[in-house]
């Protein structure tokens, strides 16, 4: 039998899972549209791996030889965690929970705890997403991921690699409300702590109504280029909504393009008008701390724009950095070459230059208005504190530390905290109405005996 368990595998009727078994036999209906699966109790694969396959552990539901490999029907985890999940094939690519899936697929409210070592296109839960000619939805809402993640390129937390081409984009592809605790060990190039890398394989711009949502992740990466806390690598061509979305990045010996929401986003082949081509990331903030090469900022490591035009927006976001160092091209917010960052906010502890070229509080580039940085960000270059730079496009305009923990400050730039944003007046800076308020002390001075 295909399934051994009960449920017909209809959406009144899925097929339910209880043990690692069970969970096994979802690969035997992949490029199967149509078909529900429910996880119906946590699962602890350490046993089935030890006697299935203790050498190289599991092995991913659906593979990249072609997409009739692929997993397009509904799993539903109920809440439920997949556990011990270990994988190693460290010279074969397509690694996850799920190897490969394509569009119809649906993947929610699933936990995944595991430790996975792979070559390239390696995810917490899915390798690789290529959207097939039925152009239907995609998405994966509500998952998380905690563990360790060793690969070459195209790495995340969630997803190691998301595919359009022209014909063939879903017409929606959502995901939302994931969190991922992760530590990355990577060798190559883009990771990110959601999705390593968003791509395509044609030559025009598409909008692939891509929207990326109300995620936290908590990640540390070691080594690599092309680092994002969301998103590490994002093919202009490729055009995205990415929102509401919280990192702590912690990147550690890295190289070039590193940034607490994204890595790297590529030129376009084609020259095209900004506005009908452009990428938001709106409404994101990102902590932790930074040491890597060139090109670093704490939210865009470096947004490679065609010279022609203005394409991608970044609005209403903000950074606080323990530090972020690097050797040229760093800044609060942006790296490089960003088109337009705005009404968005800076609170780093340090910036770094190590070699002495372009050092920012707010962003290398000329585009951008309405923001603000705090006055007493620390300013090294090559091992030389500077004195406060003078309010401007690049630094933005001084702020005191005081005046950042208020709503009114954030309001006059326009954020909404009737539906998105949430503060401890005087206490904390902005956080998510859907996250826990930070914790904080009351402290009171008393005289000494």
Not at 109 to 131: A, F, H, M, R
Not at 238 to 245: G, R, Y
Request: charged share 15%; proline share 2%.
């Amino acid at each position: 039998a295909q399934f051994s368990g009960s449920g017909k595998g209809t959406e009144s009727d899925p097929y339910r899972i209880y043990n690692a078994v069970q969970l096994n036999q979802v690969r035997n209906f992949l490029n199967k549209k149509g078909v529900y699966f429910s996880l119906e109790a946590d699962i602890d694969m350490t046993d089935w791996i030890a006697e299935n396959n203790p050498v190289q552990g599991w092995q991913p539901i659906g593979n990249g030889s072609s997409s009739l490999s692929a997993f397009s029907g509904t799993f539903n985890g109920n809440g439920h965690t997949i556990s011990n999940l270990w994988i190693n094939r460290s010279s074969s690519s397509y690694i996850g929970l799920f190897g490969y899936i394509t569009s119809g697929a649906n993947i929610s409210n699933l936990n995944v705890e595991g430790n996975y070592k792979g070559s390239s296109v390696v995810g917490g839960i899915v390798g690789y997403v290529y959207s097939s000619s039925s152009r239907d939805a995609i998405n994966i809402s509500s998952c998380s991921f905690r563990g360790e993640i060793n690969g070459s390129s195209s790495v995340g937390g969630i997803i190691g690699e998301i595919e359009f081409d022209y014909y063939s984009r879903p017409e929606e592809f959502n995901i939302s409300d994931c969190l991922v605790d992760c530590v990355f060990s990577v060798s190559q190039s883009d990771i990110g702590g959601l999705v390593g890398l968003i791509d395509f394989d044609t030559d025009y711009p598409i909008d692939a109504n891509v929207n990326i949502s109300q995620n936290q992740t908590i990640c540390k990466v070691v080594g690599g280029s092309n680092i994002g806390g969301i998103i590490g690598t994002m093919d202009h061509e490729v055009i995205v909504n990415c929102q509401s979305n919280y990192s702590h990045l912690t990147a550690m010996n890295c190289k070039d393009n590193i940034g607490g929401i994204i890595g790297c986003h590529n030129d376009y082949k084609y020259e095209w008008s900004l506005e009908d081509h452009n990428s938001n990331y709106e409404n994101n903030y990102s902590t932790g701390i930074i040491f890597g090469a060139n090109y670093i900022g704490g939210i865009v490591g470096i947004d490679d724009f065609h010279e022609r035009f203005q394409d991608n927006l970044y609005n209403k976001n903000y950074a606080r950095y323990q530090k972020i160092s690097g050797h040229n091209y760093v800044a609060g917010l942006c790296g490089e070459y960003v088109a337009e960052i705005n009404n968005s906010v800076a609170i780093n502890n340090v910036i770094e230059t190590k070699s002495g070229n372009d050092l920012k509080r707010i962003k290398n580039g000329d585009f951008g208005s309405s923001n603000l940085a705090w006055t007493l960000t620390s300013m090294i270059r090559n091992g030389e504190k500077l004195p406060i730079p003078s309010d401007g496009a690049a630094n933005g305009t001084s702020t005191g530390l005081s005046t950042l923990k208020l709503q009114a400050t954030y309001e006059g730039l326009g954020w909404d905290f009737d539906d998105i944003w949430k503060i401890e007046e005087t206490e904390s800076f902005p956080y998510f109405q859907w996250q826990t308020a930070p914790p904080y002390f009351s402290q009171t001075l008393k005289k000494g005996d």
